[in-house]
């Protein structure tokens, strides 16, 4: 590694090659005189290059050992596949490391053969005879660093080209055969458990004979038959543990349905939903509220007072631009709440669907957004939105259009108005 030895074969190559005046003597030179380390260097890439290919192999295996039907599963087969993920990932540890070292190394040889032969050269050199005395500075520091830079990503060419046609070959396997069938699948006729049609006016979502889980061989919610007015505010109440929440995830289409089907007589993406545990992103107040709408300032400000937000924002340092944190981790419990309905609310979506969420709210709150935006005469209703909102809360049924009722067996007992079903449970 010291000048001498680096500078002497260099130069040799090169004064050799600038016989021939093909010109690029300086990268031919680069590339024969330190011919071996640059060859150490392509073993622990090559190495590399098998180990990550490795990866979504082992990642396949697996799955297919998670997913088999065989009950226990083998054990050594579990084993052995933490022993293989375990020399996966040492093995690219110490690849990796073994790799940066060999290159630099390499890069660390090229700057010494350039920068002494350059210096050689300048003591060589007539300065009276030289036009610009510098030039060699300048070469010796930012011209050499920049062919450095350069070289950093020398062996990644070579190396992501293979990498990526391995990749893409397994790829293939998996979905090769599914490409060469775009067309044909076009031309079939699709069934969708979620039509977009033509029905009359008052009913905006119809299950029939719906049967939902989260696991194939048990059911939640059994035989539902349940008919969701349109532009109206409809209950889903029942006690705990009855399947409240994986129903209004069914009329969002992520419960896997076993039996029945699900009607929804608008687009089925037009659906503002609002979870009990509300998610926020790491923005302001006002892009959580807004998210993918356009901003629109009285509409804005109405959904704020709507959501009894006014208070809290004008608390906040920075009012609507204060950073929430990440997932709301700056606003307490209630505040992420509030401003997860008013999120829902200001897409002015067709339907709202709420899953429990005015439970984390001190009853005044509560009362204030039932009022404001769930109610009778609140912004829901005022714009002819459909709200489904699941709920312990009894104290607000009287002002429900609609009821559904579920037992802890997950099916429907009664639904209808508050007054039939009061009629019926007198």
Request: charged share 20%; net charge neutral.
């Amino acid at each position: 590694m010291d000048a001498d030895s680096l500078r002497t074969p260099f130069l040799d190559v090169w004064e050799e090659l600038k016989k021939d005046q093909r010109g690029y003597a300086v990268i031919k030179a680069l590339s024969i005189s330190p011919k071996w380390p640059i060859l150490m260097v392509v073993l622990p890439r090559s190495i590399l290059i098998g180990l990550t290919i490795c990866q979504p192999i082992l990642l396949n295996w697996l799955l297919d050992y998670l997913t088999e039907s065989s009950e226990p599963k083998e054990k050594d087969i579990g084993c052995g596949l933490i022993g293989a993920y375990a020399l996966v990932y040492f093995g690219i540890a110490m690849a990796t490391g073994f790799y940066w070292y060999y290159h630099y190394r390499v890069l660390t040889m090229i700057r010494g053969c350039l920068v002494s032969a350059i210096g050689v050269k300048t003591l060589q050199l007539n300065t009276h005879s030289a036009e610009d005395p510098k030039a060699a500075v300048t070469l010796m520091s930012t011209d050499v660093e920049r062919i450095i830079f350069g070289l950093r990503s020398f062996h990644e060419f070579w190396a992501n080209a293979i990498q990526a046609g391995f990749l893409a070959f397994l790829l293939e396997r998996q979905l090769g055969t599914l490409l060469w069938h775009f067309p044909a699948l076009s031309d079939e006729p699709r069934e969708t458990t979620c039509e977009k049609k033509y029905h009359p006016e008052q009913t905006i979502i119809e299950v029939t004979n719906g049967s939902f889980g989260w696991k194939d061989d048990r059911d939640v919610l059994h035989n539902i038959n349940i008919t969701i007015p349109r532009g109206q505010s409809t209950f889903i109440v029942g006690p705990v543990a009855s399947g409240k929440s994986t129903l209004c995830h069914a009329l969002l289409g992520e419960t896997p349905i076993s039996r029945g089907k699900v009607e929804i007589f608008t687009d089925a993406k037009n659906i503002g939903f609002c979870r009990q545990t509300p998610h926020l992103t790491n923005g302001t107040v006002q892009q959580n509220i807004i998210g993918f709408s356009i901003f629109q300032p009285r509409w804005y400000n109405t959904v704020v007072k709507a959501c009894a937000l006014v208070t809290d924002i004008d608390s906040l340092p920075r009012g609507n631009e204060t950073i929430v944190g990440s997932d709301g981790l700056n606003l307490s419990g209630g505040q992420k709440q509030k401003i997860a309905i008013a999120r829902a609310l200001y897409a002015l979506k067709p339907i709202l669907l709420f899953d429990d969420v005015l439970s984390g709210l001190d009853y005044t709150r509560a009362s204030h957004i039932f009022r404001e935006v769930i109610g009778p005469k609140g912004l829901a209703q005022q714009h002819g939105i459909t709200v489904i909102i699941a709920t312990h809360a009894t104290e607000y049924l009287p002002f429900a259009d609609h009821i559904i009722a579920l037992d802890k067996s997950g099916q429907v007992i009664q639904q209808g108005s508050f007054q039939s079903l009061r009629s019926s449970h007198p």
